[in-house]
């Protein structure tokens, strides 16, 4: 069966500071990925996706920057925090064949201080 | 994009009674349907999905329901639990290119299951 890890799993982080966010898929090859931002009592934006190594979509400008330096590994990041970065960030996953069907992480929750 | 979204943001239930949570769409060539539960502090996960060729789909304890002419669709607990308390969010794949879809998802409907 499939897994998904995110860490870690809470992260308090002043102002101006960089950020990192590591996720990792188990059980499964060449899943499509993805990153969510959760706003306090809001839905879910898609921030980026990949489709494979080294192949990132981003669909909302900001802050923010996506790497997949491996099959299974997704990392969010960014050089300086801003306050509005703030939020419970969740990654997913999704067969390439049926990407319609996403399975998401415990997620994130980011405070920016 | 096209809007996702639910009437109503919170719902309270009678733990035993049927709980129903409504969400409409806009756009008319949407073909499949998705619902989402998500407990505080956790991802958000699959319960069942719908596509536009059917009206109804049942799974354990919850069946979505489809009505392509009002654009409507909405999720039915049926015997609601305590462990049923979670946000649920109705979600809409939109296909994004390069083989990949981007869910669209809801604002969410908070169901409180009272004891």
């Known amino acids: 069966s499939q897994t998904i890890h995110q860490w870690p799993a809470t992260l308090v982080q002043p102002v101006g500071s960089p950020l990192s966010l590591e996720c990792t898929v188990e059980?499964?090859?060449?899943?499509?990925l993805y990153w969510y931002r959760q706003a306090a009592g809001r839905g879910l934006q898609l921030l980026f996706y990949?489709?494979?190594?080294?192949?990132i979509s981003s669909e909302v400008p900001q802050n923010l920057s996506a790497s997949r330096p491996q099959d299974r590994q997704f990392i969010l990041s960014s050089k300086k925090l801003l306050l509005s970065d703030s939020g419970f960030y969740l990654c997913?996953?999704?067969?390439?064949?049926?990407?319609?069907?996403?399975?998401f992480g415990p997620g994130t929750r980011l405070t920016v201080t | 994009g096209e809007n996702v979204g639910l009437h109503l943001p919170t719902l309270s239930v009678q733990e035993g009674d049927n709980s129903i949570i409504n969400c409409a769409y806009s756009?008319?060539?949407?073909?499949?349907f998705i619902w989402y539960k998500q407990e505080s502090g956790k991802g958000p996960q699959f319960i069942i999905d719908?596509?536009?060729?059917?009206d109804k789909r049942q799974g354990q304890r919850v069946t979505v329901l489809l009505n392509k002419t009002v654009k409507h669709l909405s999720l039915q607990i049926a015997a609601t639990q305590p462990g049923d308390s979670a946000v649920y969010f109705c979600?809409?794949?939109?296909?994004?290119?390069?083989?990949?879809?981007?869910?669209?998802f809801g604002k969410g409907t908070k169901l409180s299951v009272i004891p």
């Open positions: 990949s489709v494979g190594i080294g192949q």
């Open positions: 997913a996953w999704s067969f390439r064949e049926s990407s319609y069907e996403q399975y």
């Open positions: 756009n008319s060539a949407s073909d499949y």
């Open positions: 719908i596509r536009s060729n059917m």
């Open positions: 059980g499964t090859s060449n899943p499509n």
């Open positions: 979600a809409e794949p939109s296909y994004s290119g390069a083989g990949s879809y981007q869910l669209t």
